[in-house]
Each structure stands twice: as structure tokens, then as C-alpha cells.
């Protein structure tokens, strides 16, 4: 009887010793993204390149700030930053007719792209932070 509980305490030990340790180190956890600074953001259009510098102020993962057009500064509306995807909107004005681009991508480091939203169809786009926040 000995043996076996030997043999029994034996086998046990070579199989827990066969499993692998379970870490006690914390799961990394995504790095969080910060929008923060000036960015050009560019996509190609029927007229050739469209690139115009925003500038984003995040709290958070709320997402504000201004792009700038030849018509002046548009306020970033409904920005939000969840991981790393992020989405906000633009409404530019000219007389009394308005229409609203609403953009949402991802964001990697210091570049980010993704497509933004138009009544004349969806239009993809890429970003390069060019001033830290």
C-alpha cells in the first residue's frame, strides 16, 4: 500500500509539474488612445487630394476640437474615442445649406483611418498626428 501511495504522490507530482504555471502577472490591458494634438487628415476626391488640419482636445472619451476648411473653423461635434475607434462629425454651413460629414475610424500611435459619411456616399480617409496635444 505504500507503493501505490508513493506511486499515486509520484504521478501527481509529475503531472502538476507538467502543467504550466499560471502567470500572476496582471493581463495588459489595451493601451488607451489619445487623440489629443493637430492632425491632417486626407482622402481623395473627384477634385484630387482633400487634406485640412484638425486640431482634437480629448477628456476622456469625449473628443472635441476644430477642423479648419477654406471656409474657416468648423467645430468637431459628437466626438468620441472608445479603445482605439473614434468618430465624430462636421457640419459645414455656406448661405442657408448645410451638410454634415461624420466620420469614425482607427487609431494607431500617431496615424489613424477610417471613412466618413456623406449624403453622396461613404469616403475613405487617413490621418497623421503632426503636433502632440
Do not use: C
Not at 23 to 33: D, G, H, W, Y
Not at 60 to 74: D, H
Not at 75 to 100: A, Y
Amino acid at each position: 500500500m505504500k507503493h501505490a501511495h508513493a506511486f499515486l504522490g509520484g504521478t501527481l507530482l509529475a503531472l502538476l509539474a507538467a502543467v504550466p504555471a499560471r502567470s500572476q502577472e496582471p493581463v495588459a490591458q489595451e493601451r488607451a488612445v489619445d487623440m489629443s494634438g493637430v492632425w491632417e487628415i486626407s482622402s481623395e476626391t473627384p477634385r484630387g487630394t482633400m487634406t485640412r488640419k484638425v486640431t482634437f482636445e480629448q477628456d476622456g472619451s469625449s473628443l472635441t476640437g476644430t477642423m479648419e476648411t477654406r471656409m474657416g473653423s468648423v467645430p468637431i461635434q459628437n466626438g468620441s474615442v472608445e479603445g482605439n475607434k473614434l468618430s465624430f462629425t462636421v457640419v459645414f454651413s455656406r448661405g442657408e445649406r448645410s451638410f454634415e460629414m461624420t466620420y469614425s475610424g482607427t487609431v494607431e500611435g500617431d496615424t489613424a483611418k477610417g471613412t466618413y459619411q456623406t449624403s453622396r456616399g461613404e469616403v475613405e480617409w487617413t490621418a497623421t498626428r503632426v503636433e502632440e496635444g
